[in-house]
């Protein structure tokens, strides 16, 4: 583990690319209930945990990093999301530092990326995931310098992509997600993907509060199966 991780990270705007500022607005205003109805119980349950939501420059502009989990795994299998996990003991203060040290760590082990190159900039409120019982916190990051990114362990990644912020607003790759459980969602077409759930309702409110976002179909559906 690097000492890029260990050591007690930052937040910190200084610096940052013009583009992000309705970014960094939306994540200092928004409130937990306009980012979803899935809100951590009350009573302190729920395994805590974070994700990376890495903002980076590409080839076509800003552009954002995401990976695809493996199909093995027990629980969502073959989903793209953001790189994260559960919270160890060591990133210590769930409340304070703790996920922004897991966010870090998690997108280092499942990317290969090196956090130096990372600069924390922002938290979205505590979100929850009812299936997984999760509680997650979104940790905003400006790749300040890119460094080469891929699955490091097949048996947790299948694969890691950049996603154009383009791609994201763009209407034609955005549609509704059905599931037979009774799920709808946003979603998004993209890099031969599918991208919903939990990260694809992240960033659908991010598109929405940064003001990035145009009119799209929303009685555009996709059906799930049982096995999503």
């Known amino acids: 583990m690097r000492d890029g991780v260990r050591e007690a990270p930052v937040l910190s705007t200084d610096g940052l690319p013009g583009w992000l500022d309705p970014v960094v607005r939306a994540a200092r205003t928004v409130r937990p209930t306009q980012l979803s109805r899935f809100l951590p119980p009350e009573d302190g349950r729920g395994r805590q ?10 080839p076509r502009g800003p552009e954002l990093l995401l990976q695809e989990r493996a199909g093995s795994l027990r629980s969502h299998a073959g989903q793209p999301s953001f790189p994260g996990g559960a ?7 769930p409340q304070t530092t703790g996920p922004l040290r897991a966010a870090l760590r998690e997108a280092e082990e499942e990317t290969g990326l090196d956090p ?45 992509f950049t996603v154009p912020v383009a791609d994201l607003t763009d209407p034609d790759h955005r549609v509704t997600v059905v599931h037979p459980g009774g799920f709808q969602g946003p979603a998004f077409t993209v890099e031969s993907a599918l991208v919903w759930g939990f990260t694809a309702g992240v ?4 598109l929405h509060f940064a003001g990035w976002e145009q009119p799209w179909d929303r009685s555009r559906e996709v059906p799930l199966d049982w096995r999503a």
Not at 87 to 93: A, S, V, Y
Not at 203 to 206: A, K, N, T, Y
Request: aromatic share 10%.
């Open 49 to 58: 945990s974070a994700v990376l939501v890495l903002f980076g420059e590409g």
């Open 87 to 93: 919270l160890d003991p060591q990133d210590g203060d």
């Open 116 to 160: 130096a190159g990372v600069q924390l900039f922002g938290v979205l409120p505590r979100l929850y995931i009812p299936v997984s019982e999760f509680v997650v916190t979104p940790v905003l990051g400006w790749w300040r310098a890119p460094s080469p990114v891929g699955a490091v362990d097949p048996a947790e990644t299948a694969r890691v």
């Open 203 to 206: 960033i659908d409110r991010l």
